[in-house]
């Protein structure tokens, strides 16, 4: 007797493992592994989640109507091309569900999140990666390597773990560049951290036609990972489908409610803004002033490169940090094993992530 298969492929899929939380016998961690917001939600955020407890048993909203409308009113959007989803992660798979599958390809760069290569193996597609040019992506490359099976291309903008980016000029540019048929979705789930003059999220391309999608989140700026809260604004088309495929109540009440008090509460959003723009720059400086590599980065977390030199490594360093009850992430599952990304965190962490780096470069 054999047991129930699943379908040729996913089993070839190396299961998504999170930022660890904590080190086993260590009572005390400073976490800097999974870029969450440095201060933590939105006060009202939390007091809508206290609010909201005594109607816990009632089924959600299904279509996040509130949000949603809140969204649109900020952005100038239409809000019936709004779909929110139980995180950004959720409606980059269902797109792939929706518009890829056996033998369609999925592109995306070469150190781009790793939930592309998992969406694409997950509905059957071929995930594909092209070339980046000093860690950023490469919008020549990404064309070069579309063929007649691109279905669609994945382009995070900012990118996670690099934290690079390319400007509105070249989004656009790689739009007009792919054929017509191929969806674009643009990964921006680090917009709000952004402060360059050339950047945008994408969401002029959303209005210029019917075949790019932006996706949101509420996990980074808005502190709200562990409610699993996302957004995409698509074209009408896309939007319609979004909606058939999704559950009817994939975003919960919980995150419904907190994701509105704090997408509304503006000052604690600059607030948070005012943080990450301090304490970037002070943790690249600081770090690139002990002798390692950081790459430039325009999110809330940097990517160091360390020597290949043994007791010098990034294995080696990581295992320092973790003595000293810092969890960073090791960028091996992005090919990038000589590198650690470690998350902007709150003023403390960050000197307490610098001494240790100090203490283990002149070790």
């Not at 998504?16 to 016998?25: D, H, K, L, T």
């Not at 950023?136 to 691109?150: E, H, Y």
């Amino acid at each position: 007797m054999t047991a129930p298969a699943p379908r040729p492929g996913i089993m070839d899929i190396r299961p998504y493992v999170g930022g660890e939380s904590a080190i086993e016998g260590v009572s005390r961690t400073i976490k800097l592994s999974s870029n969450e917001g440095a201060l933590g939600p939105s006060p009202k955020a939390m007091e809508a989640l206290k609010a909201l407890a005594p109607e816990i048993h009632r089924y959600p909203d299904g279509g996040a109507e509130s949000l949603r409308k809140a969204i649109a009113a900020r952005y100038g959007l239409d809000v019936s091309r709004i779909v929110c989803g139980a995180g950004s992660d959720e409606l980059l798979g269902i797109l792939c569900r929706a518009y890829a599958g056996p033998g369609d390809e999925v592109l995306y760069s070469a150190h781009g999140f790793l939930m592309y290569y998992i969406a694409a193996k997950a509905c059957g597609a071929i995930p594909v990666t092209a070339p980046e040019i000093d860690l950023t992506a490469s919008v020549d490359n990404l064309l070069k390597a579309v063929t007649p099976r691109t279905k669609i291309v994945f382009l995070a903008n900012p990118n996670n773990p690099t934290g690079t980016y390319i400007p509105a000029s070249e989004v656009a540019r790689l739009r007009s560049g792919l054929p017509a048929h191929v969806l674009l979705v643009i990964d921006a789930a680090y917009a709000e951290f952004v402060s360059r003059n050339d950047y945008t999220s994408g969401i002029e391309l959303v209005e210029a036609g019917d075949n790019t999608v932006v996706c949101r989140t509420f996990s980074k700026m808005f502190a709200l990972g562990g409610l699993r809260l996302g957004w995409a604004y698509a074209p009408e088309n896309v939007a319609g489908v979004l909606n058939r495929v999704r559950n009817p109540f994939n975003v919960g009440s919980a995150a419904l409610a907190a994701g509105l008090a704090a997408f509304e509460d503006t000052e604690y959003a600059e607030l948070c803004k005012r943080h990450n723009d301090y304490w970037l720059p002070w943790l690249s400086e600081r770090i690139a002033g002990l002798g390692l590599t950081v790459v430039p980065s325009v999110g809330n977390f940097i990517l160091v490169r360390f020597p290949a030199e043994p007791g010098k490594d990034s294995a080696s360093a990581d295992k320092f940090l973790r003595s000293k009850g810092i969890i960073v992430r090791a960028m091996g599952a992005y090919g990038l094993g000589d590198s650690l990304r470690i998350t902007v965190g709150t003023g403390e962490e960050n000197q307490a992530v610098v001494d240790a780096l100090a203490e283990f470069v002149k070790a």
